[in-house]
């Protein structure tokens, strides 16, 4: 199952690499090729096994897993799951954006907020990755000349549908190695790409919120909104 999924994120990052982007648009970050060593221990050490619950993000937040190769990849979150692969630097780097791995002084909200979740109702990564995996449907961070984040569904329609058909292929693929019952878009945007990636196979698609601190609903419970939503899905908890 390893190899697959190893040859998947190839593949994709092969198909990402004829993009291009224009400006709002300045510089471009792709973790898998930057901190592929990451992302391979991560594949390596919790993906060997099929899933019940296939976690989906939209693309990475400056300070997750465009520092630290990993999905919502807080740093203390990536300590938690023992990975300590050394993270490279994009290749062309805004100067308000630098990469500095796992010595990143900042921590991502959204994904201090998700993996916290996962190591406190499942105390220790392999009791969570064995029902549970956290993909990212597009592995592409964004920023704007002042380094501003932009999300993919900022992007103008020449250039988010050859992205969007890349990501898509890639996850429909991933799906197909990991064979969960359920895949749950955290946020509407990934949930509704994972309604079009996955149409056609027998698998179940819900949502949660996203656990942004731009959210307000997110600020006054993620968690306790999350579970709700898992559990209305069927997910033991």
């Not at 471009?28 to 594949?43: C, I, N, Q, S």
């Amino acid at each position: 199952m390893t190899p697959e999924l190893l040859a998947i994120t190839d593949d994709l990052v092969s198909d990402l690499s004829r993009l291009s982007f224009g400006p709002p648009v300045t510089h471009v970050y792709d973790p898998l090729v930057y901190a592929r060593p990451a992302w391979d221990d991560y594949v390596r050490r919790f993906a060997a096994t099929p899933k019940e619950v296939v976690l989906v993000g939209m693309n990475p937040g400056p300070w997750g897993m465009a520092q630290t190769g990993i999905p919502f990849g807080a740093v203390s979150a990536v300590r938690w799951m023992g990975i300590a692969a050394e993270v490279g630097r994009p290749g062309r780097e805004h100067p308000k954006r630098p990469v500095a791995g796992l010595a990143c002084a900042r921590e991502e909200v959204s994904g201090a907020r998700l993996w916290g979740w996962a190591r406190d109702a499942f105390g220790t990564p392999e009791a969570f990755f064995r029902r549970f995996f956290v993909a990212n449907w597009c592995p592409l961070s964004f920023l704007e000349e002042s380094g501003r984040n932009r999300t993919p569904d900022q992007l103008p329609a020449s250039e988010r549908a050859p992205l969007c058909a890349a990501c898509d292929r890639a996850l429909r693929r991933t799906v197909e190695v990991l064979r969960p019952h359920l895949v749950v878009g955290v946020g509407r945007f990934a949930a509704d790409r994972a309604r079009i990636a996955l149409d056609g196979l027998e698998v179940r698609i819900g949502c949660v919120p996203h656990p942004s601190p731009a959210s307000p609903a997110a600020n006054r419970g993620w968690r306790e909104a999350a579970e709700r939503e898992l559990r209305a899905l069927g997910v033991r908890l």
